[in-house]
């Protein structure tokens, strides 16, 4: 048995036009398939509430937080020592900061009222002059107290 085979066709040549073609296409349906993923596990997925909270992080208001003095991880008002953790490290097994709070200026002077038997705020009654919205004061001398 014989098999007798010949060999044609033509020799492709490189051409910028098309590599950009296809490199922007392959790049949108990359981006088309991402999209479409997501907006099927947020929106339609019985386990949406899941896969937001495993793909986003909403963070806390950063204007009430402490910082840490070690390692400047910012925490929670309610937590008394860091909570922080390097970079590039798993939360759930690597230590946390630890670091105590430190306490704020506005703390000790409470702690100090509370001491000499004050309740850490002053009482309106007690110090008319410190409340803008006080019946016997003018709206001039309200504007200048604030």
Same mark, same amino acid.
């Given at each position: 048995?014989?098999? $007798?085979f #010949?060999?044609?066709? +033509?020799?492709?040549?490189?051409?910028p036009v098309?590599? &950009?073609?296809?490199?922007?296409a =392959? &790049?949108?349906?990359?981006?088309?398939a991402?999209t479409?993923?997501d907006?099927f596990?947020?929106y339609?997925?019985?386990?949406? %509430?899941?896969?937001?909270?495993?793909?986003y992080?909403?963070?806390?208001?950063?204007?009430? &937080?402490? @910082?840490?003095? #070690?390692?400047?991880?910012? !925490?929670s008002?309610? +937590?008394d020592?860091?909570?922080?953790? /390097?970079?590039?490290?798993?939360? @759930?097994?690597t /230590?946390?900061?630890g $670091? /105590?709070?430190? #306490?704020a200026?506005?703390?000790?002077e409470?702690?100090?009222?509370?001491?000499y038997?004050?309740?850490?705020k002053d %009482?309106?009654?007690? $110090? /008319?002059? @410190? %409340?803008? !919205? $006080?019946?016997?004061?003018s709206? =001039?001398?309200? =504007?200048a107290?604030?």
């Amino acid at each position: 048995v014989l098999l $007798h085979f #010949k060999v044609s066709g +033509s020799f492709g040549f490189f051409n910028p036009v098309y590599l &950009l073609l296809m490199l922007t296409a =392959a &790049l949108a349906l990359t981006a088309t398939a991402s999209t479409a993923t997501d907006l099927f596990f947020l929106y339609v997925s019985d386990q949406r %509430d899941n896969f937001f909270h495993l793909k986003y992080e909403v963070s806390p208001d950063f204007s009430e &937080l402490w @910082r840490c003095e #070690k390692c400047g991880y910012f !925490n929670s008002e309610k +937590s008394d020592v860091c909570q922080g953790i /390097p970079k590039f490290c798993c939360p @759930r097994s690597t /230590p946390i900061c630890g $670091h /105590p709070k430190k #306490k704020a200026e506005h703390d000790e002077e409470e702690d100090d009222d509370e001491e000499y038997g004050g309740g850490g705020k002053d %009482d309106i009654s007690e $110090h /008319p002059e @410190r %409340d803008s !919205n $006080h019946p016997g004061q003018s709206s =001039a001398s309200a =504007a200048a107290s604030a």
